[in-house]
């Protein structure tokens, strides 16, 4: 059996793990490393992985090693699992944002097949988005082992040039993120209009479920939805004209931008302090 390693269990390492599992993966041929106890403890007894808090041990054989830490810890992790790495050499998927491949394959000082990935917390229910791009080394069944195993956190694309996932990084990777700003906005102005907190909250976040299931369930665009809601004079309009005034599509042009802009300097921070 394939045996994958998990090096950092936090938040999005837990996302693909219980998606993972959800999909039918046997928990045994899981390890995750992570240096909080708790954390393991929680990993261990919610989804019957291996836990361990020495790196090295918890990769120890793995056919597949998912780097899920910081960016900024990353240089530092990938030197502590050189030897290991050159041992074994596994396929690496890394999900850190900004964090380039070439960067990846000098600090395990190893040339070795490697994907980089960027998925989203949504992965924890298998209604994650992850973006994919492979090195040359990576062979056709390590591209489709990696494939699988993010196809169990959702839907999974590959981009043609790994400049792309910093892209995807700013849509996908933190997009839901942005779309919990709207509903947090949406409650706290129903809130401040006369509703009641736990009304508006519910309100607001079921409207985000079924926006994004007639999104993703129907055969519309966004755009064809929207006219939809939007009767002529009517209440939308006044909605989305205020929106138009205010520059929408600007405001999430430019924060879509910092994001990507921020993913590229991770990757240049890391090269100044390595
Ligand atoms: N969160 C998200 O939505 C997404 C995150 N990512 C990427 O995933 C990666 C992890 O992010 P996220 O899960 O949010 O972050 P977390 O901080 O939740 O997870 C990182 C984990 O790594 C642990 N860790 C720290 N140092 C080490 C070490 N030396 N060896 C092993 N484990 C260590 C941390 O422990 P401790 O807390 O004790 O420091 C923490 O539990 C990042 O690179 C990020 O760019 C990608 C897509 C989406
Ligand atoms: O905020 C971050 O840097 C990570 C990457 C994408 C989502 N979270």
């Known amino acids: 059996m394939n045996r ?17 599992v959800r999909h ?28 361990y808090t020495d790196n090295a041990a918890a990769a120890e054989g793995a056919s597949l090693l998912v780097l899920a830490v910081k960016p900024q810890m990353m240089a530092e992790v990938c030197r502590g699992l050189r030897a290991v790495v050159q041992q074994y050499r596994p396929m690496v998927v890394s999900i850190a944002a900004g964090i380039r491949i070439a960067q990846l394959e000098r600090w395990l000082d190893a040339a070795l097949p490697v994907v980089r990935c960027m998925p989203n917390t949504p992965a924890m229910f298998g209604a994650g988005a992850t973006g994919l791009y492979a090195n040359g080394r990576v062979s056709a069944p390590q591209r489709a082992e990696a494939q699988h195993v993010l196809d169990a956190a959702g839907l999974t694309v590959w981009v043609p040039e790994e400049d792309q996932l910093d892209i995807v990084t700013a849509l996908s990777g933190s997009g839901p993120a942005y779309f919990f700003l709207l509903v947090e906005a949406l409650e706290n102005a129903a809130f401040a209009q006369g509703l009641s907190r ?17 999104l993703v369930e129907g055969n519309e665009s966004a755009a064809t ?45 890391m090269e100044s302090n390595s």
């Open 225 to 269: 939805l929207r006219q939809k809601v939007t009767s002529p004079h009517g209440t939308t309009q006044a909605a989305l004209d205020s929106f138009k005034a205010d520059h929408f599509p600007a405001i999430v042009a430019r924060a879509v931008d910092a994001a990507r802009r921020r993913g590229a300097e991770l990757s240049e921070q």
């Open 24 to 51: 039918g993966a046997p928990p045994g041929g899981i390890a995750v490393a992570e240096p909080r106890a708790e954390a393991l403890q929680e990993l261990s007894r919610q989804y019957g992985v291996a836990t």
């Open 4 to 20: 994958i390693a998990f090096i950092g269990g936090g938040n999005m390492a837990t996302a693909l793990i219980a998606g993972m």
């Open 198 to 214: 736990e009304t508006a909250r519910a309100l607001a976040e079921q409207t985000a479920l079924g926006a994004g299931r007639m």
